[in-house]
């Protein structure tokens, strides 16, 4: 790192840079389309320092560091535990409780630190918008990998949960990625619409605690999907988290439902978020930098 520093700041000091450059002047043009993907992959490098500096901010100056990562969901899980095991006393079958819960729970912490970061991060950016051009899309990308990172720390925390209640995960494993891809396309869509939104009206932001607090409890990360009414279920199945989390339950317990049609309701509800908020990314980007 030290190096490639040195080599950028000789660089920007060499007089060749200035009297050789041409200058290209900066456009932003409104319209309707796809952002230029070629344009994103070339500053691919640049989400990498931008997750970098997340991190880094994140747990700056704090007595625990990274271990919050394993912190927060199991303090939560032990609060859900008390509420929703010992008090309202859910049923989970022959799974218990804790272990239940947390299976869903860190997917599902994944996926509503992703969405909020992503859906902040252009206003939480602004001062670098006004100053230089990049790919818009940069910013909540950083943010979701950002968390894909925190979610890969928590995991040996499910795992040690696994082994302290002794249950035998079976190959059913392998399709962990496949939940752990679509939650993050989710909070990618879903963040896409609220990012461009957020910059002008500034509401949204208060709004979100709100909305992520109601969309938990209109997924199955507290109680099982048997208890949700049959009638209720065709409304409850476009909710693309219901067939992630479920399905993240069946595999590391073999509890749940195996992926099936509501797994493929939440799917093409995803790629019609994603594939339109990109499009009204790319409509609203002309004016962020005058906005925000």
Same mark, same amino acid.
């Given at each position: 790192?030290?190096?490639?520093?040195?080599?950028?700041?000789?660089?920007?000091?060499?007089?060749?840079?200035?009297?050789?450059?041409t200058?290209?002047? +900066?456009?932003?043009?409104?319209?309707w389309?796809?952002?230029?993907?070629?344009?994103?992959w070339?500053?691919?490098?640049?989400?990498? &320092?931008?997750?970098?500096?997340?991190?880094?901010?994140?747990?700056? %100056?704090?007595?625990?560091?990274?271990? /919050?990562?394993?912190? %927060?969901?199991?303090?939560?899980?032990?609060?859900?535990?008390?509420? #929703?095991s010992?008090?309202?006393?859910?049923?989970?079958?022959?799974? =218990?409780? =804790?272990?239940?819960?947390?299976?869903?729970?860190?997917l /599902?912490?994944?996926?509503?630190?992703?969405?909020?970061?992503?859906?902040?991060?252009?206003?939480?950016?602004g001062h670098?918008?006004?100053?230089?051009?990049?790919?818009?899309?940069?910013?909540?990308?950083g943010?979701?990998?950002a968390?894909?990172?925190? $979610?890969?720390?928590?995991l040996?925390?499910? #795992?040690? !949960?696994?082994?302290?209640? %002794? +249950?035998?995960?079976?190959?059913?494993?392998?399709? +962990?990625?496949?939940?752990v891809? +679509?939650?993050?396309?989710?909070? #990618?869509?879903?963040?896409?619409w609220?990012?461009?939104?957020?910059?002008?009206?500034?509401?949204?932001?208060? &709004?979100? =605690? &709100?909305?992520? %607090?109601? /969309?938990?409890?209109?997924?199955?990360?507290?109680?099982?999907?048997?208890?949700?009414?049959?009638?209720?279920?065709? $409304?409850?199945?476009?909710?693309?988290?219901v067939?992630?989390?479920?399905?993240?339950?069946?595999?590391?317990?073999?509890?749940?439902?195996? =992926?099936?049609?509501?797994?493929?309701?939440?799917?093409?509800?995803?790629?019609?978020? !994603?594939?339109?908020?990109l499009?009204? #990314?790319?409509? !609203?980007?002309a004016? &962020?930098?005058?906005?925000?």
């Open positions: 790192m030290p190096a490639r520093e040195n080599r950028f700041m000789k660089t920007m000091r060499s007089p060749a840079l200035y009297t050789n450059a200058v290209h002047p +900066i456009k932003s043009e409104a319209g389309g796809f952002p230029d993907l070629r344009e994103l070339a500053a691919r490098e640049l989400i990498y &320092f931008f997750v970098l500096r997340d991190l880094k901010a994140r747990y700056k %100056q704090t007595i625990f560091g990274w271990t /919050w990562a394993l912190l %927060q969901p199991f303090l939560t899980m032990v609060v859900f535990t008390v509420v #929703f010992i008090i309202a006393r859910v049923p989970t079958g022959s799974v =218990p409780y =804790p272990i239940f819960n947390l299976s869903g729970l860190l /599902w912490t994944f996926f509503v630190n992703a969405f909020r970061g992503a859906a902040t991060s252009l206003t939480t950016n670098l918008m006004r100053k230089v051009y990049f790919p818009r899309l940069v910013f909540p990308l943010d979701i990998f968390t894909l990172v925190d $979610f890969v720390i928590s040996p925390l499910l #795992f040690a !949960m696994l082994l302290f209640f %002794q +249950i035998v995960p079976t190959w059913h494993l392998v399709w +962990i990625p496949v939940f891809l +679509i939650a993050m396309f989710t909070a #990618f869509g879903f963040g896409l609220v990012a461009a939104i957020h910059v002008r009206y500034r509401d949204i932001g208060h &709004f979100l =605690p &709100f909305l992520t %607090q109601v /969309w938990m409890y209109g997924t199955p990360v507290v109680y099982p999907y048997d208890l949700v009414p049959e009638w209720m279920r065709p $409304f409850y199945n476009l909710n693309p988290m067939g992630v989390i479920d399905g993240m339950r069946w595999a590391l317990l073999g509890s749940g439902r195996a =992926p099936d049609i509501t797994l493929l309701y939440g799917v093409v509800v995803i790629v019609v978020v !994603m594939v339109s908020g499009v009204f #990314f790319r409509h !609203m980007e004016e &962020f930098a005058d906005v925000v």
